[in-house]
């Protein structure tokens, strides 16, 4: 190549349309590469700088970073496997950035919105919440409320119905329930420890895998009776959900068995709370409210009660 196709560093910073400023850091950073010296020590560079160049202002406008950028240019130009992934990766990035500013601008309309004597409190709660927010707290919370030893299996089924995942676009009402479920999760009980339903010390570990197993399929029999507001009744939803409890105890679905489960039942401590929360969360706007186990639970009482009713 002749001395004519060389470019000063000041000459390819003009042919690329960046500053000299922006040539010397990525050349600095072996991302350029200089065809020759002059004689006076000065980098030189050809036509494949150029066109490196401007592949890495195209990857840097789309917010790639400089490592990105690096394993880009090193394969072959940016076109394979390694442009695909990091496009990828970058998307996700995106996404997630994307939702936490979704978040706080509804949080910000929360604030602005509501009157003057409960921003203080709403303040509060807002500020202990990370954006996009994070459900590890509720998840500890059910790990400290379900028996211990449970398998991971039926422990994983169990907290993927119980723990709403936060929307990517939220409404303010939205946000507040999250900002009110992680304050109640995460707030030490007065006692000292978490009431615990009576199954968990009666049957076991090994009862209550076979009750949250049982429970799973009955609240998923019982939702779509909840999403269409259908009355109580007995039927497959209802025969699951005892049947679960029969098992967990050791015991077999009877009539007699029915009446003392509605009476065990109506003393175990609730989360009703919690389960409204839930709902505000996984509703979509203007939508009918989504079921959640806490409601399918309540739906399966008032079947039990209605149940029972008919049978005295």
């Known amino acids: ?96 950035e994307l939702t936490a500013m979704r978040w706080r601008e509804a949080a910000l309309r929360l604030v602005a919105e509501c009157p003057a004597a409960e921003r203080s409190e709403r303040l509060r709660i807002l500020g202990a919440v990370s954006t996009p927010p994070s459900t590890a707290p509720l998840v500890r919370f059910w790990r400290g409320w379900l028996p211990p030893r449970m398998p991971a299996r039926v422990t994983a ?16 009402d939205q946000v507040l329930a999250f900002a009110r479920l992680h304050a109640m999760t995460t707030s030490p009980c007065p006692s000292g420890r978490r009431p615990q339903p009576d199954v968990h010390r009666v049957a076991g570990a090994g009862g209550a895998c076979l009750l949250y197993a049982g429970l799973i399929e009955a609240f998923d029999l019982a939702g779509p009776q909840v999403r269409h507001d259908r009355a109580p009744h007995a039927g497959e939803a209802l025969d699951a959900y005892v049947a679960a409890y029969a098992r967990a105890y050791g015991c077999r679905d009877s009539r007699e068995f029915r009446r003392l489960l509605a009476a065990r039942l109506a003393t175990e401590p609730r989360l009703d709370r919690y389960w409204e929360l839930t709902a505000v969360l996984r509703t979509p706007p203007s939508g009918l409210p989504e079921p959640t186990p806490g409601t399918a639970d309540d739906w399966l009482r008032g079947a039990l009660e209605l149940d029972n009713a008919a049978a005295a």
């Open 157 to 172: 089924a169990f907290l993927e119905v119980a723990v709403p995942q936060p929307p990517d676009d939220p409404t303010p």
């Open 1 to 96: 190549m002749s001395d004519e196709q060389f470019w000063s560093i000041g000459e390819l910073a003009e042919r690329a349309g960046v500053t000299v400023k922006t040539v010397r850091f990525y050349s600095d950073r072996g991302l350029l590469p200089e065809s020759a010296r002059s004689g006076g020590g000065h980098r030189r560079y050809g036509p494949e700088a150029l066109e490196r160049l401007r592949l890495i202002r195209s990857l840097r406008a789309l917010d790639l970073s400089v490592p990105q950028v690096r394993r880009v240019v090193e394969d072959a130009g940016g076109a394979g496997r390694v442009l695909e992934e990091a496009v990828a990766s970058r998307l996700r990035e995106l996404g997630s």
